[in-house]
């Protein structure tokens, strides 16, 4: 199993971006997929957890301002981020494991990770 991100880049303050996270090698409806986020120096953060079509979480400093979407004929999942901040400045991760009941989005949790995109938001 294997994921890939694209679509990072600079960005002013108020602009927005969409990431892309393509799955190969499974099924993306048989798996719950993530976006994680790490900041340079810093720790990474899980920022939207997927774990069904109606069932997203999202970490609480993004809630309105990124959504998360899969599309499973695609085999891809989407992070729709508008109303960037320069503290959305990091490298952005996809993330795939197994379906659990937890809404939990330690990093620890997922085996399935991509190279990441890095995202940069100054004016």
């Known amino acids: 199993v294997q994921v890939v991100e694209s679509g990072g880049g600079s960005v002013q303050p108020g602009g927005s971006l969409r990431l892309t996270c393509v799955l190969s090698g499974s099924s993306i409806s048989s798996l719950q997929m993530a976006w994680f986020r790490q900041p340079y120096g810093q720790e990474r953060e899980g920022i939207a957890l997927?774990?069904?079509?109606?069932?997203?979480y999202y970490l609480e400093s993004v809630k309105g301002r990124f959504t998360a979407s899969q599309d499973n004929a695609k085999n891809t999942l989407y992070l729709q981020m508008n109303g960037l901040k320069p503290e959305d400045t990091a490298m952005y991760y996809c993330?795939?494991?197994?379906?659990?009941?937890?809404?939990?989005?330690?990093?620890?949790?997922?085996?399935?990770w991509g190279q990441g995109t890095q995202v940069t938001v100054s004016s």
């Open positions: 993330a795939a494991r197994r379906p659990t009941w937890s809404s939990s989005m330690r990093p620890t949790d997922f085996t399935t």
């Open positions: 997927v774990r069904s079509d109606f069932d997203t």
